[in-house]
């Protein structure tokens, strides 16, 4: 049995509800169904328009003909030797593995993600960098271990918002009232 391949152009997504997902090439000006090829474990839906396609076909019959989508225009670029990642190209979203071992990952959009546990363990410093507003809500205890912890903030409210001045020793006092207090931690009664 002897097998043909050419270059193709993925001109449309026709059905990923089936067995094996459908989509429609052209290639020598001509225009054909096909089954597209996922790699095992990958799961994708090429971009129409825009993926070029490796198809083979077994002796020249189309019903047996297979594209293998590649990469399109948007593809990352610039990679070093030994680099990979695994893109959506679309939205431009990666997650890539340097050449020096570093795990790099970008997200143009949002990341909301419900699992029942995450463990993050750094061997070395590890920072987190948010140019917004953070919430951390835990519906049981939180615990922070640490030789040394540190918080700078221009506010600080205990238990919520709206609290008195917290005093400090060596704050003033006058008849057994606290008339002095911090300008920054506050904290409700």
Same mark, same amino acid.
């Given at each position: 049995?002897?097998?043909?391949? $050419?270059?193709?152009?993925?001109?449309?997504?026709?059905?990923?509800? +089936?067995?094996?997902? *459908?989509? *429609?090439?052209?290639?020598?000006?001509?225009?054909?169904?096909?089954?597209?090829?996922?790699?095992?474990?990958?799961?994708?839906?090429?971009?129409?328009?825009?993926?070029?396609?490796?198809?083979?076909?077994?002796?020249?019959?189309?019903?047996?003909?297979?594209?293998?989508?590649?990469?399109?225009?948007?593809?990352?670029?610039?990679?070093?030797?030994? +680099?990979?990642?695994? /893109?959506?190209?679309?939205?431009?979203?990666?997650?890539?593995?340097?050449?020096?071992?570093?795990?790099?990952?970008?997200?143009? +959009?949002?990341?909301?993600?419900?699992?029942? $546990?995450?463990?993050?363990?750094?061997?070395?410093?590890?920072?987190?960098?948010?140019?917004?507003?953070?919430?951390?809500? /835990?519906?049981?205890?939180?615990?922070?271990?640490?030789?040394?912890?540190? /918080? $700078?903030?221009?506010?600080?409210?205990?238990?919520?918002?709206?609290? $008195?001045?917290?005093?400090?020793?060596?704050?003033?006092?006058?008849?057994? /009232?606290?008339?002095?207090?911090?300008?920054?931690?506050?904290?409700?009664?």
């Amino acid at each position: 049995m002897s097998l043909r391949a $050419k270059l193709a152009k993925l001109l449309l997504n026709t059905n990923d509800t +089936e067995k094996f997902p *459908q989509a *429609q090439i052209e290639y020598l000006s001509k225009t054909g169904d096909c089954v597209l090829a996922i790699p095992y474990g990958v799961n994708a839906r090429a971009i129409s328009g825009d993926t070029l396609c490796l198809i083979i076909d077994a002796m020249g019959y189309e019903e047996s003909r297979i594209a293998f989508p590649l990469s399109t225009t948007n593809r990352l670029k610039g990679f070093k030797d030994g +680099e990979s990642a695994l /893109v959506n190209e679309k939205t431009g979203a990666f997650i890539k593995h340097t050449e020096d071992g570093n795990l790099e990952i970008s997200i143009p +959009e949002d990341v909301i993600k419900v699992c029942k $546990k995450i463990t993050i363990s750094a061997d070395g410093d590890y920072n987190l960098n948010v140019t917004g507003n953070a919430t951390i809500v /835990v519906d049981g205890t939180a615990t922070i271990e640490s030789t040394n912890a540190i /918080v $700078k903030a221009n506010r600080v409210d205990l238990g919520d918002v709206g609290g $008195k001045k917290v005093a400090r020793i060596g704050d003033a006092v006058a008849g057994g /009232v606290i008339t002095g207090g911090s300008d920054t931690v506050f904290a409700v009664d």
